[in-house]
């Protein structure tokens, strides 16, 4: 069975930081490159990052010096190493395969106080 199974959302502290994980199962993994999506409540689901099976890693713009992908192709697993967390990082983040075009069922992150 294909599917993407995300982990380590939770509700942290502005500032703080959180480490998702999204583990891929049914040998997908290695040919897809791999990516993080957001979804905040009332707004689309937005882009995060991707890294490819070699680890070239591409960001939007925003996050770029506080949110770190990898990938370990040994463990079919991508992370997202989030850090200086903010309040408007609230959001649902998903994990996406793009080759097969599947996606995660997501994990919630809140950033409060």
């Known amino acids: 069975q294909v599917q993407l199974v995300e982990s380590g959302g939770g509700l942290v502290q502005p500032g703080g930081s959180l480490r998702l994980s999204c583990a891929a199962s049914?040998?997908?993994?290695?040919?897809?490159?791999m990516g993080w999506y957001r979804q905040a409540p009332g707004k689309e689901r937005e882009f995060v990052a991707r890294?490819?099976?070699?680890?070239?890693?591409n960001y939007d713009d925003s996050l770029k010096g506080r949110f770190t992908i990898s990938r370990d192709n040994a463990k079919d697993t991508v992370y997202l190493q989030m850090n200086s967390l903010k309040n408007e990082d609230t959001a649902v983040y998903y994990c996406?395969?793009?080759?097969?075009?599947?996606w995660g069922q997501g994990t919630q992150v809140t950033v409060s106080s």
């Open positions: 049914g040998r997908i993994f290695n040919r897809n490159i």
């Open positions: 996406h395969a793009l080759q097969d075009g599947i």
């Open positions: 890294i490819t099976y070699g680890g070239i890693a």
